[in-house]
């Protein structure tokens, strides 16, 4: 039976009159019983109080008197707290547990589950498939690496895969019945409406916009199959897996074999037919957004008013016995081929195409190095001005223009800029607190190189 663990008359604070006062308190009594950090244990006194404040936030409120009930009318919201926290105590959401004059709360584990259930249920927030995708592939990479010590991990990936595909499944039929709703409904405002509350906010994964994109949350899906297959397919490491199963569930080695490749095979299955089931989503989510697209589009071209001028006109045409003729009262015809919608066109995939890697030719590697290699030479750094003054001064303590040397394109670059240290900002102070470079008025030609002033470079004195 679904129901056996739980009390027969659960159900009954919730289809009765007053069930929208119950379930506002049963919903905060959620967040009082699921603080981890606490006892689960609570006093009276307290689930007393978040009742009434439960009751404070509510915008109004009206307890019905039923026929089974024969207590008064509440009057104040202490009266309100304890009718409901009677009410929940009767129908079996809550225990009380006396010891000498303490009366404590409790909710038992079964009543805990299907609350937090109900919750969830009603909450029915954006789920974020990246970080479920990611979970599981890191728990079948550790069963990979630890089959004996982390096999049972396994199983987790399972469920979370049986999870994922059970969301899919209510993603899907959430949009066919909101499509029903929504092509039911006359009322332009009420399509758009329900199409951003219900789906947008409602439905739509968190991040539905990069399923079709190269980060997409799904490129992992290779990997997580490959596990999964590498499982089944090798003998040895489904043993070791099998024995971990063994081990954590205290089971016999059939059973846990068993046990292995349903997971194995459930895993398999559920990221084998992703594309097939995103694209029917997509086909459902298309429908929906060219629905709620048209009809803002015709919301923002319709006159305000037009209706009832148009009532106005017909009802002051009925007074007349003989029909007036109109001419030229529009100019412009109403209905015709210009007034057709035409339907937005679905943007279609690719068709797949063999993917073969371009090789690059040796001479085009060799002239991409000699590139790289002669943009490196042409940078100019404080190491390679500092190591070039440091090897042509050597153990000089001062030395000419004419007497440096260049040899490569690095010792140029050096060279040209030995009249710039001081402008090479403070990286470069450095090499002015080691060498002065003392100009003239003169210019000369450097080694058929450079024309510029004349100076020298003294070595500073070390103090």
Known sequence: MLFRHLPDEIFQALSGSNRGLIEAVLYDLAEVFYDHAEDPIKEKSTIIESIEDTLHNLDSYAWHDEQKESFESPKTIHD?????????????WLVEEQELYRVSVLMTPQISMLLRALVEISRHGKRNYG???????SNLESV????????????????????????????????????????????????????????VEGILIADYKTIKTSNNPFRFRRQILEYAQEFLSNPALMGDVAQCYVDQQLITMAEAQALVEKDCRDIIQTFSTIEQRLDRIDEYRYRLEKRAADTA??????RPGMANKISGIISDVAKFERLPTLKNVIGTRVVGMESAAQPMKRREPPPPRVMTPAEVSIDAIKLRDHQRRFHEARQVTVTKLQSYLERQMNTQENKHILDFTIESVEDLVCFDH??????????????????????????????????????????RSQA
Do not use: W
């Not at 899919?168 to 332009?188: K, T, Y």
């Not at 589009?297 to 319709?302: L, T």
């Not at 990286?427 to 100076?455: N, P």
């Open 297 to 302: 589009r015709y919301m923002d071209s319709s």
């Open 80 to 92: 309100y707290a304890l009718r409901i926290y009677h009410r929940l105590v009767n129908t079996g």
């Open 144 to 199: 990979a690496k630890h089959p004996k010590e982390r096999g049972v991990t396994l199983s987790q990936s399972a469920e979370a895969s049986r999870d994922f595909s059970a969301h899919l499944n209510q993603i899907l039929l959430g949009i066919r019945s909101l499509q029903r709703e929504l092509f039911s409904s006359r009322d332009p405002k009420a399509i758009v409406a329900g199409f951003f509350d219900l789906f």
């Open 418 to 459: 030995l009249r710039y240290v001081g402008s090479l900002g403070v990286t470069a102070k450095k090499i002015e607190k080691a060498f002065e470079v003392q100009f003239t008025e003169r210019y000369l030609d450097v080694h058929d190189f450079v024309e510029c002033r004349e100076f020298n470079v003294v070595r």
């Open 131 to 137: 970080a479920t995708v990611l979970s599981i592939l």
